[in-house]
């Protein structure tokens, strides 16, 4: 089970640290780079809601994920004719559209497979987290060795391992769920504490648009190496995994609130330190042990949040909605602001962007998050 989750973010330890350098090498503008970097979130808009209704519908989730490891493969082999802005767009959006399909679709997968188990959950997606480790110091070495060009052909044993895991979940058996009771997927999305949940998100996602577009850019500009820029994104990702280990502790000690503030709080600090104190280490770092609480921590609580508030009848479509309105919509238009802030001003600013967002997100959870109407949640990790 952890296989694909090791293999599918060892994929986005490739990507998200060193393709903005790799398309700052092939010349394209900062805006040209927010608006590639953006396709990786925005076909999540859509993407995930099409493959998660016809998960929901058709009972072969496992099937899906199989076509859409192959077929985003087959796509991004498109990076190698070197079509130029407009080309690789259509690469980026045909490859990440189905690439896109895989996650939401194997979260219910999991989440099914472990059934009352579900506070285990944590220590089956911390190897997403050691795959993304892995890949990114891995590829970083390599980077100080042979030119940015290179990356593609280092992402190609990666397709291979999410390929092959796919083809290793055992088959479903196909059945098809009962159909759920008429409107009641508008009554939850309509429910306040879903609205302010998926607000929260979105505004959360926006304020990683710096984060991952112009990281590496902002770093590299501060004499940073790459095999450093690869060390540091890896930190973060050490600290997630520390999170998601002792998730199910928090979860019982704390109201859903609490964490999602704190942990709102501490990503509006992240952004503020890496905008002003980039050149000392030391500062970096620890802002770098704070992705446990912007990404980990959050990451942890909306899946069960969604599993508690959309139930069995639309687990998947909830999913999907919570990958498209808030990593696709909020990542994109957070992509493409930090590309204007950077065009206009610095990497700094985008990153200023980022903690205001922050701001907005800390308001809207203190008035409206409220805890989801399943008790399995208090036990999740």
Known sequence: MSNLYFWFFALLGGLLPYWSLYLEGQGFTYLQIATLMATIQLTKIVAPSVWGWLGDRSGQRVRLVRFGAITGSLFFAGVFLEPGFYGLLLVMLAFTFFWNAILPLYEVITLRTLGKRKDKYGKVRLWGSVGFIVAVGLVGA?????????????????????????FLVPSEQGERKPPAPKGSLKAIVTHPAVVAFFLMNFLLQVSHGAYYTFFSIHLEQHGYGKLSIGLLWSLGVIAEIGLFLVMHRLSRRFSVRQIAIGALALTTIRWVLIAEVTDVLAVLIFAQCLHAASYGALHALSVQYIQGFFGKHHHGQGQALYSGLTFGAGGALGAWMSGFLVDGFSTSAAFWGGAIAMLAAIVIAWRGLRPPPAPAFQAAG
């Open 142 to 166: 390599i980077l100080e060795y042979v030119p940015i060009q290179s990356l593609p052909w280092l992402l190609l044993p990666v397709f291979a391992g999410i390929a092959i895991s796919a």
